[in-house]
């Protein structure tokens, strides 16, 4: 409930006419074949059909929901209702999806990186960043990143992390988590000089010395500890990839030793950016390039950016992304409210 409501704010600084909102299941899918999986996703949908549509409530993917997962309850979908429709994002290309929805938060939560690190007077020549997390945004975070001139050296799942001081090698890292589906151990297996740490140990991610962080995992995975760790490491920047992967007292740190910091509904906008484009697409019955979705989703950032920027100054907490993203989002949802009538 606490992300849907985080959720409306997050989509809210995108500037795109898309509401907000969270839903899930208590499925794992961890050990599940692929027609296990198919057969929660069409029951899981015969319920929810009654529930969403293009104009109602479009969800899209998260944490354990993929494209495999997608295109299960997509099909489950057009199956019950008898209609081709935009009723999901993440889809895949060849039925109504869009190109760079993939790579949308991973990519977004560098260019937001990229605009803290501008106003900072600084950009991503020969910096190192650790990234934590090996999906999607992870993935593309650090694909973008190396290709704007950091060094990416980390990445993890839930058993444990690697740490690459030579920067993840992405095709391998795409090979084990998208292809394979292994753990994270195989891509240390696979590098000569990674090293592996299991989970649960006093050492973490965010215990190698970077410029950059990118927590692009899970909820809370961020504590007061490793953010002072990061802040002692001298730590530059924090963009959230993951929905709040910061506790409160991690803030706190970072805010306090002047790290720029990204709060997740500003920086990992890029997701829910990319599937209002998604949706813009399937109404008009058209695809747009990778250069064009890509070329709005940068701009898209840097209005989020600049946005939360702004209001933060105009409210008195100038520097303060934390602040500044909460007041942007609320001003709008609460002026549409207000004009509506609801209020």
């Known amino acids: 409930k606490f992300l849907g409501f985080e959720q409306i704010f997050k989509n809210s600084l995108t500037g795109q006419p898309i509401g907000g909102g969270k839903g899930g299941s208590n499925f ?27 104009d109602t409530d479009v969800p899209a993917g998260d944490i ?31 039925w109504g999806g869009s190109l760079a929805r993939t790579e949308a938060t991973g990519y977004g939560a ?13 950009n991503f020549n020969g910096k190192t960043a650790v990234v934590s997390g090996a999906g999607n945004v992870a993935i593309y975070a650090i694909e973008k990143l190396q290709s704007l001139g950091a060094k990416a050296v980390t990445c993890s799942d839930s058993s444990g992390f690697v740490y690459d001081p030579d920067g993840i090698d992405v095709d391998l890292l795409k090979e084990i988590k998208e292809v394979k589906r292994e753990r994270i151990v195989k891509y240390a297996e696979a590098r000569p000089n990674a090293t592996y740490t299991p989970a649960g140990g006093e ?11 990118f927590p692009c995992a899970t909820q809370n995975e961020l504590d007061e500890t490793d ?21 409160l007292g991690a803030i706190d740190v970072f805010l ?4 720029s910091f990204g709060p997740a509904k500003a920086a990992n906008a890029g997701g829910v950016a990319v599937s209002a484009l998604e949706m813009a697409q399937d109404s008009q019955r058209t695809q ?17 950016y600049e946005n939360a920027a702004s209001a933060a100054k105009e409210f008195g907490h100038e520097g303060n992304l ?18 509506q009538g609801i209020v």
Request: with cysteine; glycine share 12%.
């Open 28 to 54: 794992d899918p961890k050990g599940k074949s692929d027609n296990e999986i198919m057969r929660f996703c069409q029951s899981f949908m015969t319920e929810l059909s009654k529930h969403i549509g293009a």
């Open 64 to 94: 354990g929901v993929g494209g495999r997962e997608i295109g299960y309850l997509y099909g489950q979908y057009k199956r019950l209702r008898n209609e081709y429709t935009g009723v999901l994002t993440g889809k895949g290309l060849n």
């Open 110 to 122: 560098v260019y937001f990186a990229e605009q803290m690190l501008n106003a900072r007077g600084e």
């Open 203 to 213: 050492k973490t991610v965010w215990s190698i010395k970077a410029d950059l962080a």
């Open 227 to 247: 953010a002072e760790t990061l802040v002692a490491n001298g730590v530059l920047a924090v963009s959230e990839g993951a929905n709040m992967p910061s506790t």
């Open 256 to 259: 306090k030793a002047g790290v």
């Open 288 to 304: 747009w390039t990778f250069e064009e979705v890509d070329a709005k989703l940068y701009d898209i950032m840097k209005g989020i």
């Open 322 to 339: 934390v602040v500044g993203a909460n007041i942007a989002g609320f001003l709008k949802v609460a002026d549409a409210m207000s004009a």
